[in-house]
């Protein structure tokens, strides 16, 4: 089964991706985790993205599918992708359909977690991660079991995506009304849209998107 999860920065995207991940065995494509690598590993993709990823604007096209096709084909061809931030253009929307015909795969599911954009802002500024194993939490929501230390390596330190203060994630809020949620009518025409509150708490999300996907 391939999926894609749609939202506006903070919708639970990656929250989510990651409970399918453990739940159903498929693998999570992050376009931004894989620039954030890039970056990290100062490639050349990773030098192009930075200044364009810390403004909070898109990574061109070509970059970004070029990207997901290589891990398409890193992947066992019977495992399920879950396409977490992307596509996120017309273009991308595209893209992914010869990425995945070419590769003997299709589209199952569109799923778009709608959001109050108002309160993103709380939910973006607040998450932090362990600087070891990358496990997720949140100043408000999901904090460690014991504070200062991560529940699942036990390391101490955390860190914050440059990316995540307020004006860079207006700037990404306005990315996303302008470029990305124009494409759900291509996948609404296709019947793969579903809609699901991503304003409910993270187990009752996950729970409709497993209505969705039907049987583990
Ligand atoms: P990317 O890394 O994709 O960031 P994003 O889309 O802005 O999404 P986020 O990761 O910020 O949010 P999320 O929806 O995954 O939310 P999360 O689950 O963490 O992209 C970063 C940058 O890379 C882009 O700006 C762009 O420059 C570039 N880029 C990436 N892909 C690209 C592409 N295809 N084309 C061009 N450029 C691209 O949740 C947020 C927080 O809320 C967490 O702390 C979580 O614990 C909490 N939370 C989640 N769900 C709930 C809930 N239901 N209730 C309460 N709290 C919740």
């Given at each position: 089964m391939n999926i894609i999860l749609l939202g506006p920065p903070g919708a639970g995207k990656g929250t989510q991706a990651d409970r399918?991940?453990?739940?159903?065995?498929?693998?999570?494509?992050?376009?931004?985790?894989?620039?954030?690598?890039?970056?990290?590993?100062?490639?050349?993709?990773?030098?192009?993205a930075k200044a364009v990823m810390d403004?909070?604007?898109?990574?061109?096209?070509e970059i970004v599918s070029g990207i997901i096709g290589d891990a398409l084909d890193a992947m066992p061809a019977d495992q399920g992708a879950i396409f977490d931030g992307y596509p996120?253009?017309?273009?991308?929307?595209?893209s992914l359909d010869e990425i995945l015909s070419a590769r003997g795969r299709k589209l199952d599911h569109v799923i778009e977690l709608v959001v109050d954009e108002d309160k993103l802002v709380e939910r973006i500024v607040g998450r932090y991660t362990c600087a070891?194993?990358?496990?997720?939490?949140?100043?408000?929501f999901k904090?460690?079991?014991?504070?200062?230390?991560?529940?699942?390596?036990?390391?101490?330190?955390?860190?914050?995506r440059p990316d995540d203060n307020e004006e860079t994630v207006r700037t990404r809020m306005a990315e996303y009304r302008?470029?990305?949620?124009?494409?759900?009518?291509?996948y609404e025409a296709k019947g793969?849209?579903?809609k699901v509150d991503g304003m409910a708490d993270i187990d009752h999300v996950g729970?409709?998107?497993?209505?969705?996907?039907?049987?583990?």
């Open positions: 399918l991940v453990k739940e159903r065995g498929m693998k999570q494509l992050s376009t931004g985790d894989m620039l954030r690598a890039a970056v990290k590993a100062g490639t050349p993709t990773g030098l192009k403004a909070g604007q898109l990574v061109s096209d996120r253009t017309q273009a991308q929307a595209v070891n194993c990358g496990a997720g939490y949140h100043d408000t904090q460690p079991k014991v504070a200062g230390t991560c529940d699942v390596c036990g390391h101490h330190e955390f860190k914050r302008a470029k990305t949620q124009p494409i759900l009518p291509y793969l849209v579903a729970a409709a998107i497993d209505a969705i996907l039907g049987d583990k």
